[in-house]
């Protein structure tokens, strides 16, 4: 540009025109004489392909039968999960849990964690029971002040709202918690030798009104998992993901029993049993910022070029319109796609998604040495 | 009264000093005859600008090796009869360590010379300062700007602010159409004449050094002034009507 | 009716556990109180934590030393001074206005998103608080938001349901408002006549129905065996004024004294919160 443009202090620029700003900002480093070592490149100092560190600390509320603190950058998130009873006369049409199921969580409880083999037809059980009856609420709160544009007093932001599904989708399409763990068992026959260790010594006291000798499920945890952004710096996805994941490994819900005299289901004060949650997906954002601005009068077909920007901050995400989240999990030793998402534009192909997945793949390390 | 020397760094509501010693400046204010802080921040005391010898003595009443001289702010024009220092607290540590050498004699612009620090408090806009706004709509009495930038300080919030059709330019004011002087998205620099009604101030660009500053082709590309009145696209060549701000000499 | 625009949930309600030693306890087991009479429990005050509003703050009261009671946590977000709504009428003045909301999982009961009527009465107490210390006509046709959430309330988890338990929380939860309102407040650069600071004290009967009343300062309910009044004070030390008393209980009106009492020990304990606020702002601006 050889303009006789107007000379601006940097942040005056930054306010008057954020878009020609980070292009400058981008270009700039492009043009600079120093291949050893790239250059700060955007306008918060990092490189294109630089995410923000990770921190994850779990177990902060007391309340809470989970929780956990991400943050990411000045990202901050705090996620609790808090467990509840739904006892199935409360469920509308309600299938009883047939004995094929029971037989394989026997399995599995004797286990514990052993995720053997029937593990993929367990898991795909779950899911309708999941599903069906709505047992993993998540719900995202940005209007706590956590940004000037979110304020309380408000319904939720359009934003809000399609984070909240986002999560709730992606909870159950990765199956990070199984249902037999959510299961309350009713269990007159006594006979099991691994479930009276569980269930405590209350359980001989026999059924009053008759045929009920099998075991039945009498109710199911419902895991309420709310989040609540502290503070907002962009890339909101990445950080409630992970604090989901995070405060769900650090979720132990009381041991629970039916007792028949009060009819009703009781939990152990002391027993608590670790919830146990498959594999570690992990969310990666990038932003695709654009050169040409796409004002009113936007050109359609886009020529110019772009960047694509990992770990996208505030400033960054009001100026691209395309972003693409892809949600990896390598904790079996290969990488594993769970999920891609792309929104808006049209210059995320094949290729970049395809190299989008080592990228992702890098993230995911750096997760999860967060995570530990 | 005992003469001591103020404080460096001041929390609301902390004493600073006697009203008989000091001028209350901004961040302070008076009560029972003291003056008190009311805002968190760093203590700045500043001598009037007029008679040096009185400013030499009263540097000598008051020894403290905690004042610094790192501003000027004047005093306001009908001076009190006793010239009295001027005391201030704002929440950047300003100039920092080598703060004795950088004075800024302030015009009357909000808090100049703090640009380095990382938070800065928010500022109004007030009558007279020059800001630098985006315009968000036209109609044909007026454009809806919204004010981004006031003096030197980048604001946090956006104050809506208003060009009416008779504040666009000096002369020919009655042919003067708001469509042929700014179009939304425009940045201008304009200049506060009221606090206007309860969601707008009143700017005008009727100075020549006010007006748009920065505008956009209906191409798409950034333009240049080329006369009082017109931007030119340097790609497609077209030319765009704009009440066009006179270039400063940086 | 159902929040469309939040995920709800099974249809059917559900239940929080119950457990199963709830019956074998007493109604209310009772550990004596672990400091002195006249003694605040320790705060933690943080400015900065949301970097992304004008001034922010985090206010954290240390546990009590019996596990399961959970100490108070609260981050504060000042976004302000604003423009006002368009629809707002003209105010020569900062318009205040505050928010306060329990997180979900913040108490015993999981809270819903909507605002419920004891957190709209925090609110109004928190602004009556503030607007004694603003120095309101800096800030012509302006608007500030002060949002305060409750991330863990002061409630013992291991006591199991008490009557009026709640009330009693709502104080300290006020107090604690109030004091990391004022930080935020100073963060964000507003000008401000003193530091207010919240402390509550409280009338408590520690040895049966019949035994002598005593006054204590920041009190925690399971603490004590019974509550008869308690007093949350906003205070500025440096003006030695009160910008809001909010007085809850039953009291004779015939003994001033005690009434009195309760006001200055709950100043005592502004005071004490203050310390810390002072200390707080001081290591801000360093």
């Known amino acids: ?372 | 009264m005992t003469t001591t020397a103020p404080p460096t760094l001041a929390i609301p509501g902390q004493l600073l000093g006697p009203a008989s010693r000091y001028q209350p400046g901004p961040g302070t204010h008076l009560h029972d005859a003291n003056l008190y802080a009311s805002l968190l921040g760093h203590v700045h005391v500043a001598q009037p600008q007029q008679s040096q010898q009185q400013q030499q003595q009263q540097q000598r009443r008051a020894p403290g090796p905690a004042k610094r001289l790192t501003k000027i702010t004047p005093a306001p024009a009908p001076t009190p009869p006793a010239e009295l220092p001027t005391i201030s607290v704002s929440v950047a540590a300003a100039g920092g360590g080598a703060g004795a050498g950088a004075v800024v004699v302030g015009d009357g612009g909000p808090v100049a010379g703090e640009r380095k620090q990382k938070k800065k408090r928010e500022v109004l806009p007030e009558v007279g300062n020059v800001v630098l706004c985006r315009v968000v709509r036209i109609t044909p009495r007026q454009a809806v700007v919204a004010i981004l930038v006031c003096g030197d300080s980048v604001l946090e919030a956006e104050w809506q602010g208003l060009i009416r059709v008779q504040d666009v330019r000096a002369t020919e004011k009655d042919r003067v159409r708001i469509y042929e002087s700014f179009r939304p998205g425009d940045v201008v620099r304009a200049e506060v004449i009221s606090l206007g009604d309860q969601a707008n101030y009143y700017l005008s660009t009727t100075r020549n050094e006010l007006g748009v500053v920065l505008a956009v082709s209906e191409a798409g590309n950034t333009m240049q002034p080329v006369s009082w009145k017109e931007f030119r696209d340097p790609e497609t060549g077209a030319m765009e009507l704009r009440k066009v701000a006179q270039p400063q000499p940086q | 009716m159902a929040d469309r625009r939040r995920i709800n949930g099974p249809a059917g309600a559900t239940i929080p556990p119950v457990f199963d030693d709830a019956s074998t306890r007493g109604p209310k087991s009772i550990k004596s109180r672990s400091r002195p009479a006249n003694a605040t429990r320790k705060m933690y005050l943080k400015t900065g934590v949301t970097p992304s509003a004008s001034g922010s703050a985090y206010l954290e009261i240390e546990t009590s030393a019996t596990p399961g009671v959970s100490g108070l946590k609260l981050s504060c977000s000042v976004h302000g001074p604003r423009s006002l709504p368009r629809s707002a009428p003209f105010s020569p003045h900062i318009v205040l206005s505050t928010h306060v909301k329990y997180a979900p999982f913040a108490t015993k009961q999981r809270r819903g998103y909507l605002r419920d009527p004891s957190e709209r009465d925090l609110g109004i107490h928190l602004e009556a608080a503030l607007r004694g210390a603003i120095i309101a006509d800096r800030w012509p046709k302006s608007g500030v938001d002060i949002i305060i959430s409750i991330v863990e309330g002061d409630q013992d988890r291991e006591t199991s349901q008490l009557q009026g338990d709640e009330v009693w929380d709502m104080m300290n939860a006020l107090g604690g408002c109030i004091t990391v309102a004022a930080a935020a407040l100073a963060d964000a650069g507003i000008d401000c006549v003193d530091t207010v600071a919240g402390g509550v004290a409280a009338l408590v009967q520690d040895a049966g129905e019949d035994s002598i009343p005593t006054v204590v300062v920041d009190p925690i309910p399971s603490e004590h065996e019974k509550i008869l009044a308690a007093c949350c004070i906003a205070y500025l030390p440096t003006r030695d004024e009160v910008t809001n008393l909010w007085f809850r209980g039953d009291l004779p009106a015939s003994d001033i004294d005690l009434y009195t009492n309760l006001v200055e020990k709950g100043i005592q304990a502004s005071k004490n919160a203050n310390r810390v606020l002072v200390g707080c702002l001081a290591e801000t601006i360093q």
């Open chain 1, 1 to 372: 540009m050889t303009a006789p443009t107007i000379k601006l202090p940097a942040p005056l620029f930054a306010r008057l025109s954020p878009h020609p700003f980070l292009l400058r900002n981008l270009t700039a480093t492009a043009a600079a004489a120093d291949p050893a070592r790239p250059p700060a490149a955007r306008t918060n100092g990092r490189g294109t392909n630089e995410t923000r560190p990770l921190h994850a600390k779990a177990s902060s509320l007391s309340h809470a039968h989970g929780s956990s603190l991400v943050r990411l950058g000045d990202t901050t998130v705090l996620c609790g999960v808090r467990a509840e009873l739904l006892p199935v006369e409360r469920i509308p049409l309600f299938r009883p849990v047939d004995r094929v199921g029971d037989g394989e969580r026997g399995g599995g409880d004797g286990g514990d964690g052993g995720d053997g083999a029937g593990e993929g037809g367990r898991a795909l059980l779950g899911r309708g029971e999941l599903r069906d009856y709505d047992l993993l609420v998540p719900n995202i709160e940005l209007a706590t002040g956590s940004a000037p544009q979110f304020l309380p007093g408000v319904p939720p932001t359009a934003l809000a709202q399609t984070l909240s599904t986002r999560v709730y989708s992606l909870l159950h399409s990765t199956g990070l918690v199984g249902v037999e763990d959510l299961r309350v068992w009713s269990k007159p026959g006594s006979g099991e030798g691994g479930d009276t260790e569980m269930e405590g010594a209350g359980e001989a006291q026999e059924v009053q009104e008759g045929v009920e000798e099998e075991d039945r499920v009498v109710a199911y945890w419902v895991l309420y998992i709310d989040l609540l952004f502290v503070s907002f710096d962009g890339n909101p996805f990445d950080a409630a993901w992970a604090a989901v994941v995070a405060a769900l490994r650090n979720t132990s819900l009381p041991v629970a029993r039916w007792d028949p005299e009060r009819e009703m289901v009781v939990c152990s004060r002391t027993e608590k049993r670790q919830l146990n949650v498959r594999g570690l997906p992990v969310a990666c954002t990038a932003a695709v910022f654009e050169e040409k601005e796409l004002g009113e009068v936007g050109t359609g077909v886009v020529e110019g070029r772009h960047w694509l920007l990992l770990d996208p901050d505030r400033l960054e995400e009001t100026l691209c319109r395309e972003a693409i989240t892809m949600v990896v999990d390598c904790s079996d030793g290969e990488t594993r796609i769970k999920s891609i998402e792309k929104q808006g534009g049209t210059t995320i192909g094949r290729e970049l998604i395809r190299g989008f997945a080592v990228i992702a793949e890098k993230r995911w390390k750096e997760v999860q040495g967060a995570m530990k």
